[in-house]
């Protein structure tokens, strides 16, 4: 029996699909507490010194960039986003699934290798929502929008359009592990 590449293509993607995150509002929350983490620990930061020429003067030409409106800030905060998503994985229980942060995957007691997996489907769900949102996302952080407490309001229920206005007012937490 012949197996078309078409037959084999929907083979495929019907395997990676099982594994797809059901829950979109709760993942969506996961990384959106995540980004909370990465905001809450910034530092204050000197202006972005850009005066890099002279001009026939010796006077620097250029300009001083705030770092809260610069594009590093942008990219430091959302860059390894979704590598930090690997530390997550998924808890079920009968009624609900709860995103938490992986403390130790040694000390995990549930099924590592199913952990790992979810883990991998919350980071690739990540870079599919950061593709989604990030221009809006990054705006609205230089614009100074994004700030700590309101991250998933923004990016789960406004942007993305992951959550409803309800399931996003109890706030998402970052939850550690409790050794499982």
């Known amino acids: 029996m012949k197996i078309s590449m078409f037959h084999l293509c929907i083979f495929l993607l019907l395997i990676g699909m099982s594994h797809a995150v059901d829950d979109k509002c709760a993942a969506c929350k996961a ?8 905001l809450a620990r910034e530092k204050p930061r000197n202006h972005l ?9 010796g006077q ?3 300009k001083l960039i705030d770092y809260r409106i610069s594009e590093l800030r942008v990219v430091e905060l959302l860059d390894d986003l979704c590598e930090k998503m690997q530390d997550y994985t998924l808890r079920i229980f009968p009624d609900s699934h709860e995103w938490y ?6 000390n995990l007691r549930t099924n590592k290798q ?8 919350i980071s ?6 950061l593709e989604e949102t990030e221009d809006e996302l990054a705006e609205l952080i ?3 929008s994004v700030k700590v ?8 229920q406004d942007l993305s359009k992951h959550c409803d206005q309800t399931s996003v007012s109890d706030e998402a937490e970052v939850v550690e592990d409790r050794e499982l």
Do not use: F, P
């Open 31 to 38: 990384v959106a507490g995540e980004l909370e983490i990465g």
């Open 49 to 57: 010194d850009m005066r890099h020429r002279l001009d026939a003067k």
């Open 60 to 62: 620097r030409q250029g």
């Open 101 to 106: 942060k992986v403390g130790s995957w040694d």
């Open 114 to 121: 199913e952990a790992r997996a979810h883990s991998k489907d």
């Open 124 to 129: 690739s769900y990540c870079g599919r929502l």
């Open 142 to 144: 230089k614009k100074g």
């Open 149 to 156: 407490g309101d991250v998933s309001k923004v990016l789960c």
